[in-house]
């Protein structure tokens, strides 16, 4: 009987020692074989890109090449040494335009600076020399020496029959992060800009695409990859994207940059009058006319051959209005800055018809465009 209990206590005892053996020691086979830390997860297949996705990123590795990356340097004078020497200035965009190694930007991003440096996707760096700029267009041409391996120029399309509402991409450096694209949509069209230097850009482009500082001068392209516009300005009181940005038309860099790399220079299309701008706002006032009142005829200039009239000034001060221009090509003119815009759309060469005010009668008039 004691045997029996004893036999049976032993085996109570063995059991309970291996019981909490397995308690203390299955943490630890636990996590020989089992993962440390949360459950693990399987990973879920991507799947397909939408077809969307997949010709943005298209455009995107397609137009990275043809982008560059715009640094500029100005010249300081050390007030005490009287040493000269160079410090950084800013940054911006451009694009290759062709074969020659011309690279378009904008005017601004090279105004004030003494030289410019151009780098390439790739990584190589060239200083650039300077073809000549518009500041009217806010459009300035570069050209580096590229030897070999030339990036590919960025393909041309047109503005004058973009639509509101089709998309666009906009690839850039913004607060230099080099090539970063930013999409959206065409928001208006014909939208004017002025400038400090008292021009007005017409017939711009407006895009809720992300533009800011370091995206000027880069290329506004559409679905194809085409260019449609050069990014310009933004509108925002921070200075940074509020979904309001600029572009320059390539209908207009189209006629802008072919005279800049030829002529070194733009030759606006005029002609062959005087105005004044602030003259012509106070003449404007008195009359109570919207136009811009021609004060002078320039001798043999394509105006006189069309016989327009200039205005009389008489020695005690009075001025006496000739023939007051209010409209160009059936659009109206309220400005000096309106009608050189206006004259912009065309070209040297070139017949226009001007609407005149004579003797408060309105009439047309045809003029040849000259050389302004």
């Known amino acids: ?63 990275r090449d043809s982008v560059v990356y715009i640094t500029t340097r100005q010249q300081v004078m050390d007030f005490w040494t ?23 930007t ?12 151009v780098k390439l996707a790739d ?35 047109t503005s004058g029959d973009l639509k509101v509402g089709q ?60 260019l449609i516009g050069i990014n310009t300005a933004i509108y925002s009181p921070s200075g940074t994207s509020a979904g309001i940005g600029f572009a320059v038309p390539v209908d ?11 002529n070194g220079k733009y030759i606006s299309p005029s002609i062959g009058i005087e105005t004044h701008d602030a003259l012509n706002q106070r003449l404007s006032s008195l009359l109570n006319v919207q136009g811009v009142v021609i004060l002078r005829i320039i001798p043999g200039s394509t105006a006189e051959k069309a016989g327009l009239r200039s205005a009389t000034l008489y020695p005690d001060g009075r001025i006496v209005p000739g023939d007051i221009i209010v409209a160009l090509a059936g659009k109206p003119v309220d400005s000096v800055r309106k009608l050189q815009a206006r004259l912009d759309d065309f070209k040297v060469g070139d017949t226009v018809r001007l609407t005149i005010l004579r003797d408060g009668t309105k009439t047309d008039i045809e003029v040849v465009l000259q050389p302004g």
Not at 95 to 100: C, E, K, T, V
Not at 138 to 151: H, S
Not at 206 to 223: H, K, M, R, V
């Open 123 to 157: 990584g190589r760096d060239y200083r650039a020399a300077l073809v000549g700029v518009s500041a009217a267009h806010d459009i300035a041409v570069l050209r580096i020496g590229v030897g070999f391996k030339r990036p590919p120029p960025v393909p041309i399309g």
């Open 1 to 63: 009987m004691r045997d029996s209990f004893l036999f049976r206590l032993f085996w109570i005892t063995l059991a309970a020692a291996l019981l909490i053996l397995f308690a203390r020691y299955l943490p630890l086979l636990e996590s020989d074989f089992a993962p440390t830390g949360a459950p693990q997860r399987l990973v879920t297949a991507r799947g397909d890109l939408a077809e969307d996705e997949k010709s943005t990123i298209q455009l995107f590795e397609n137009s």
């Open 106 to 117: 904008n005017y601004h991003v090279l105004e004030g600076a003494s030289e410019a440096w």
């Open 252 to 262: 207009t860099v189209m006629r802008v940059v072919p005279q800049i790399i030829r």
């Open 82 to 104: 009287r040493n000269v020497f160079t410090v950084p200035r800013g940054t911006g965009s451009g694009f290759i335009w062709d074969d020659a190694g011309h690279v378009v």
């Open 167 to 226: 998309k666009v991409f906009a690839i850039g450096n913004p607060f230099g992060l080099d090539w970063t694209l930013t999409s959206g949509i065409v928001s208006a069209l014909d939208r004017s800009l002025g400038e400090k230097n008292n021009n007005l850009i017409e017939h711009l482009i407006q895009t809720d695409a992300a533009i800011n500082p370091g995206n000027s001068g880069g290329p506004l392209l559409d679905s194809a990859g085409r």
